[in-house]
């Protein structure tokens, strides 16, 4: 079966501390609506904007919460050096997750970047998933690296959010070349009907928060191989995506927030990453209607 990840964000209460009451609900409505697992601290999850203590505090709570519930946590170690999110990966490994995530940092040094990942491959005392982002930190990976980091053992999956078709069909091919068993899933929204459909393994997404339901609404209409009703449900995704982020992407934080304000889940749209003038009056209705429009595909 397809799987089905989100890519979290952190509830923040009004003071700027965690949200506990918020993560509470947000992991427990994915739950429900059947996701495999749920990421924090990635780029969704603002993960630069906060202290070591903060982040491992966010770490505990959601372990705690999803204890027992058989959805994996995956555990975002980004930094701004290879040091640091070798440093985040010891600080985390007492607690109870599943999987670390890791995304290179910007090109801020000439460290080779396989040997940076296989790094953090050896050092790992669990499975981990490789977030390629070059929009996020400009490092794009060829197809020989990806198979040097796809034959090491400890890695799980790779979190593709290239934007780049050409890469998505090239994993694929490589993968089953090279007999590797790498989970391979789409990062970008508006693409994750065409990876499943083509032979991605699922999907891990940063709208998973506030859309759970229809992203594994999208993996079992694959699954089922009922491929107009995935594409249906796509563009309800598509629609959604610009309902709540904005057309040109001007609320992508602040608005996933404020949507999951309005619908009771979190006390406040607070965030550390975007403007809070970027909420308009205007979006701020936006969203709302849009909220109103697809609430049963919502929840």
């Known amino acids: 079966m ?39 601290l990635g ?35 980004n930094a701004t050096s290879l040091a640091l999110s070798r440093q985040s990966m010891n600080r985390y490994r007492r607690h109870a997750f599943d999987s670390y995530v890791f995304m290179l940092p910007g090109r801020t040094s000439a460290l080779d970047p396989v040997k940076s990942i ?20 400009g490092i794009d990976l060829n197809l020989d690296q990806f198979d040097a980091i796809m034959a090491h053992p400890n890695l799980k999956g790779i979190k593709n959010s290239a934007s780049n078709m050409w890469l998505r069909r090239e994993l694929i091919l490589l993968r089953n070349d090279r007999g590797h068993r790498t989970l391979l899933l789409e990062g970008q929204e508006w693409a994750t009907d065409e ?33 107009p009703e995935a594409v249906d449900h796509q563009n309800t995704f598509i629609r959604l995506f610009h ?8 609320n992508v934080w602040v608005g996933q927030k404020y949507a999951l304000t309005r619908l009771g889940l979190i006390a406040s749209p607070l965030t550390l990453a975007q403007e809070m003038t ?22």
């Open 2 to 40: 397809k799987k089905v990840y989100s890519a979290s964000v952190t509830p923040l209460l009004a003071d700027g501390t965690l949200d506990r009451a918020g993560l509470k609900n947000i992991l427990q409505r994915n739950v429900r609506h059947g996701l495999n697992g749920v990421f924090i």
């Open 243 to 250: 309902g709540v982020y904005g057309r040109k992407l001007e």
């Open 278 to 299: 970027a909420l308009t009056p205007q979006r701020q209705a936006e969203i709302e209607q849009c909220l109103a429009e697809y609430r049963d595909a919502l929840d």
């Open 118 to 137: 296989l790094a953090v491959l050896d050092a790992a005392d669990r499975p981990v998933f490789y977030y390629h982002c070059p929009p996020n930190n």
């Open 195 to 227: 990876a499943l459909i083509a032979g991605y393994d699922g999907m891990l997404c940063g709208l998973g928060a506030l859309a759970s339901k229809v992203m594994v609404a999208i993996a079992r209409a694959v699954d089922q191989k009922n491929f």
């Open 43 to 77: 780029s969704m999850g603002e993960w630069g904007s906060f202290s070591d203590d903060f982040k491992e505090n966010l770490v505990a709570e959601s372990a705690a919460i999803l204890s027992g519930t058989g959805t994996e946590l995956l555990v975002g170690i």
